[in-house]
């Protein structure tokens, strides 16, 4: 029995990555900052965006004839921990997974969006019709040259440019880049997300498509199936960043607040839970980046996908922890919405269903263990 | 600096060696751990195995040649470690001198106390048992109470120590003795001694431990007198050096002579044990609930795994300076225990049956080995205090 690779190593890339990302984040996403933002209807700073597409973050993964600098995800999955940290969210992963998707389908199709996404262009997938991200079905189709269909949960779909839209085409599936300025505001409405960082519509589509915007291809469904597991392990980097400021909030008010004549943080009983925490988010880190170091950009291999699936399993049910005790260990200040445990909270909710909740990673990776 | 074609080639030796020389199965019940030799057949049987490892040079790889060793790179230790492990051989069993004492006394001990001791750890031919725990002061051993009386040429020592392991078998005892009971500080009142065992006053009574085997002693000191020159270090200087060996006893294999302490209890082979197992009439391996759990442990398993390489790199321990190498005998131990419960709990009906029944899954392997996990998460420090210790060293918690 194989539970797959144990190596991890980091380059000198992947660490000027990390350093320049947790300096910018610290920088640009102080916690007020962040509040500032979650009554927004944009929720996220362009000023912010344009710094990103400055470092050429928006580019990292996209091959190097696209303009892009031909990096692997797995290289700057720090970025997206140091984001989390931070709880800075921008349409940055959605951008990532976009890209992604289009440089995995390998079609000379995809190669404009890619240009335009690596010169500053926001975009995202519609990857749900429905709340199972474990259905790969497709009700949305393009017939007649138009494109019919609803999508859901679509991440950053109001601030994109260009949206892929998979869908099928005489019973094949195909990608369609639809741009974001086609959609009128009669087709969208927007999802009142937990977490108020984040923003995402559901789209009802029914628009004319030409047929450079189709991408058809034989690897297509392949590509979106690792798609999604990259998304898994981004939002695993991510929310695992996010588990440690959170811990760090909790720490700071246990050694602060007294009760009984005591610092509440003598007490066993919320110390051994806090290490408890801790010890999660040191498995979570070890996932994270030992998927990282599996990730290329061609095919995914076995290990890469038992990776992927061990990290979203345990950084999803590592924040949950963190954010359900942070509320708890704040007392009365934790019910409140001016406590920061809540965005905590909020974020773990979010994220237990993004891409796939851990029961139902958990229900792959056996299978490819067990199974095999 | 060894090539690593130079690597590849001895750790290919060493399994050769292992292949050639595994023993055949006893017809006993041969120890999971050091802490279950509870029979003479068993110690004779563990100490030819010991021996002849020695021989073949890969116990002590990295000690003094002149003190039994070879002067080798630890790297090569580490390599044959893994073989042994690889390859399910016998343990040492002398790893109370293996892996603490040895190293304690090889890192910071005099020429004489090297030459005096540290051969006949790796021969197998000193046992080495450790006098820390007191029935009162289990992991609060800053307070230990043994008393150590300086009389003459001698120490007269009165007290008692338990969970000595092989007590009834050792020739020497690491023990933490109180020298000075009206000193400021608790701890500046410890001593240290490399004490001989075969001394009148020293009686080691063996304890049945909850799997029903032996391998402890609660061992009485009464007006025993040993050679002042046992003293290792300074009177005072007892704390110091039990933290010392401590930090081998958590820490991987710093140091340490090497061999195996534990045969290898994988999560591979725990699942691999139910493969038989049915329940309501379909393998217990396709019953979705038990998948989830397992892939639970799995996933954990992998963690820990890919921990101990994390924490070796700097860049990627920035969040939680330390928190690795502290944390790593309260996960290992904790997903021990953990998994080896899981073991019982899925084996249906047989779950409940021990080791003399014929029908127990593997002889009953996972119930001795689940019981056995508690040495793991009692001893060297309980969990509870583990997580203390991380709270406040890692956190920053306060006391």
Redesign the interface.
């Known amino acids: 029995?194989d539970?797959?690779a144990?190596?991890?190593?980091?380059s000198e890339e992947q660490?000027m990555l990390?350093d320049a990302a947790a300096g910018l984040c610290a920088e640009l996403s102080s916690i007020d900052r962040v509040r500032a933002l979650l009554e927004s209807a944009e929720g996220y700073d362009e000023n912010v965006w344009q710094s990103l597409v400055d470092m050429g973050w928006t580019g990292l993964a996209i091959p190097e004839e696209q303009g892009g600098a031909g990096l692997s995800v797995g290289e700057f999955v720090t970025i997206f921990e140091a984001m989390g940290k931070y709880l800075l969210t921008t349409p940055l992963m959605s951008t990532v997974l976009a890209a992604e998707l289009l440089r995995r389908s390998s079609e000379s199709a995809a190669h404009a969006p890619l240009s335009a996404i690596a010169a500053g262009s926001k975009a995202t997938v519609a990857f749900l019709e429905s709340e199972d991200w474990m259905d790969a079905s497709l009700g949305a189709r393009v017939e007649n040259g138009r494109l019919i269909g609803r999508k859901e949960h679509v991440a950053d779909a109001a601030a994109a440019d260009l949206i892929l839209v998979p869908a099928t085409e005489n019973g094949a599936l195909v990608i369609v880049v639809v741009e974001g300025s086609s959609i009128g505001s009669e087709a969208r409405c927007a999802h009142d997300v937990i977490d108020a960082t984040r923003r995402a519509q559901a789209l009802n589509l029914d628009l004319t498509v030409t047929d450079s915007q189709i991408i058809r291809g034989e690897g297509l469904a392949l590509a979106l199936d690792e798609t999604r597991l990259i998304g898994a392990l981004l939002v695993a980097a991510e929310s695992t960043g996010a588990a440690?400021s959170c811990?760090n909030t909790t720490?700071d008010y246990?050694?602060t607040r007294k009760q009984f004549g005591?610092?509440i943080?003598?007490y066993?009983a919320l110390?051994?839970p806090?290490?408890?925490i801790?010890?999660a988010?040191?498995?979570?880190?070890?996932?994270v980046?030992?998927a990282a170091a599996e990730m290329s950009n061609d095919r995914l291999s076995r290990d890469a996908r038992v990776a992927c699936h061990?990290a979203k399993?345990?950084a999803s049910e590592t924040i949950l922890f963190a954010g359900d005790r942070a509320v708890q260990f704040h007392g009365g200040m934790g019910f409140t919405y001016e406590c920061d445990a809540q965005l905590y909270l909020r974020r773990a909710l979010w994220v237990q269903q993004a891409f796939g909740d851990p029961?139902a990673h958990?229900?792959q990776?056996?299978s490819l263990?067990?199974d095999a | 600096m060894a090539t690593e074609q130079q690597l590849a080639n001895f750790r290919e030796e060493v399994a050769g060696w292992l292949q050639a020389n595994k023993p055949a199965d006893p017809g006993f019940l041969l120890p999971q751990s050091f802490m279950e030799v509870g029979s003479e057949q068993q110690l004779d049987f563990l100490r030819e195995w010991q021996y002849k490892l020695w021989s073949a040079g890969y116990l002590g790889m990295a000690w003094a040649s002149e003190y039994g060793g070879q002067g080798a790179e630890p790297i090569f230790q580490s390599i044959a470690n893994k073989e042994m492990a690889r390859a399910g051989v016998p343990i040492a069993f002398n790893v109370i001198g293996l892996g603490w004492a040895g190293p304690l006394i090889n890192d910071l001990g005099t020429p004489e106390e090297k030459s005096k001791y540290l051969k006949g750890i790796l021969t197998g031919e000193d046992i080495w048992c450790q006098g820390f725990s007191e029935p009162d002061h289990g992991s609060d051993l800053g307070s230990a109470q043994c008393r150590a009386v300086r009389d003459g040429d001698e120490y007269v020592i009165n007290g008692t120590k338990i969970w000595t392991t092989m007590g009834n078998y050792a020739k020497y005892m690491i023990l933490l003795a109180r020298t000075n009971p009206d000193a400021e500080r608790k701890y500046d009142g410890l001593s240290f001694f490399l004490s001989p065992m075969q001394v009148p006053g020293i009686d080691p009574q063996p304890i049945r431990k909850l799997t029903g085997e032996y391998g402890f002693t609660q061992t009485y000191f009464n007006d025993a007198r040993i050679p002042a020159s046992c003293l290792m270090g300074e009177e005072g200087q007892g704390w110091l050096l039990a933290m010392k060996t401590l930090q081998y006893e958590r820490g991987a294999e710093a140091g340490a002579a090497g061999g195996l302490s534990f045969i290898r209890i994988a999560?591979?082979d725990m699942?691999?044990s139910l493969q038989g197992i049915k329940r309501g009439g379909e393998p217990v391996?396709k019953d979705?609930v038990v998948?989830?759990e397992?892939?639970?442990l799995?996933?954990?398993?992998?963690?820990?795994?890919?921990?101990d390489?994390?924490s070796v790199?700097s860049?990627?321990t920035h969040?939680?300076r330390g928190?690795?190498p502290l944390?790593n005998k309260?996960?290992w131990t904790e997903h021990a225990r953990r998994m080896r419960q899981a073991a019982v709990r899925l084996q249906g009906a047989h779950g409940s049956l021990y080791v003399k029944d014929e029908q127990a899954v593997g002889g009953g392997f996972w119930q001795r080995a689940y019981l056995q996990s508690f040495s793991a998460t009692i001893g060297g420090g309980t969990s509870?205090v583990q997580?203390?210790i991380?709270?406040e060293h890692?956190?920053?918690?306060?006391?």
């Open positions: 029995m539970f797959g144990t190596q991890i190593q980091v660490l990390q440690v811990l720490v246990l050694k005591k610092l943080g003598s066993q110390k051994h806090a290490v408890d801790l010890c988010i040191d498995s979570s880190k070890s996932l980046y030992q061990m399993s345990k029961v958990r229900k990776l056996a263990l067990l | 999560l591979e699942i691999e391996l979705p998948r989830d397992l892939m639970q799995v996933i954990e398993d992998k963690a820990l795994s890919v921990g390489k994390r790199i860049a990627l969040d939680y928190s690795l944390s309260y996960r509870q997580a203390n991380i709270a890692v956190l920053g918690l306060p006391k």
